[in-house]
């Protein structure tokens, strides 16, 4: 992280720039000389944060990552429960993505591009889920079981309703919550039968 409030300027333009052409074109398409274009800067201002396209890339994912946490956060943070977190970080992860679509080209890409921060994504992601997921428990706001199994399953459903519901589509993603939020609360058991009278 540079030292200076403009050194702190600068990094933020390259990487807001590298997200815009990563996510238009793509890694291997992408050029230095177009970051440096979007971003304002001169193409050996560059150089001073980063070696290559590939390292610049690398730090995306991670900038990405930790731009997701700390949209999502205080949301989760507000809620009065654990099942009510749950649902307003989907919530807001669904309005970080239909704000930063390109998440989805680049993180899928640096599976390829960089294995070592792709799996960094996901595993730091999960292991959040996983500590909220156990302290509830602990405090009696959820049944008990498997955090690590629960975190992952959460996790996936968040990335593929990000898809679908956020880069594929405009539904309102109230009504996206609020069938998900019964989905962690009651899962697919079906109602119980009432009794009827003899």
């Known amino acids: 992280m540079p030292k200076t409030e403009r050194g702190r ?32 800067v001169a193409t050996g201002s560059f150089y001073v944060y980063f070696d290559s396209k590939e ?15 700390d949209f999502v956060g205080p949301s989760i943070a507000a809620a009065p429960n ?16 239909r704000q930063h ?37 602990q405090r009696g706001e959820i049944s008990p079981g498997n955090s690590e199994v629960r975190a992952w399953a959460i996790m996936g459903m968040n990335v593929f309703l990000g898809l679908r519901f956020g880069v594929w589509g405009d539904e309102p993603p109230e009504s996206v919550v609020q069938e998900t939020g019964r989905l962690l609360a009651h899962g697919l058991t079906p109602p119980a039968a009432t009794d009827t009278p003899a």
């Open 82 to 97: 654990q099942l009510a977190a749950e649902t307003a970080g989907q919530l807001a992860y669904l309005n970080f993505v």
């Open 101 to 137: 679509k390109e998440i989805y080209r680049i993180i899928d890409e640096s599976e390829f591009v960089d294995p070592a921060a792709y799996r960094e994504h996901y595993t730091n992601s999960a292991a959040r889920i996983a500590a909220r997921l156990e302290a509830a428990a």
């Open 9 to 40: 300027r600068t990094l933020r333009a390259l990487l807001n720039a590298a997200a815009e052409e990563f996510g238009e074109k793509g890694f291997h398409d992408a050029a230095i000389s177009q970051i440096t274009a979007r971003a304002g």
């Open 55 to 69: 390292a610049i890339f690398q730090a995306l994912v991670r900038d990405l990552s930790g731009q997701v946490k």
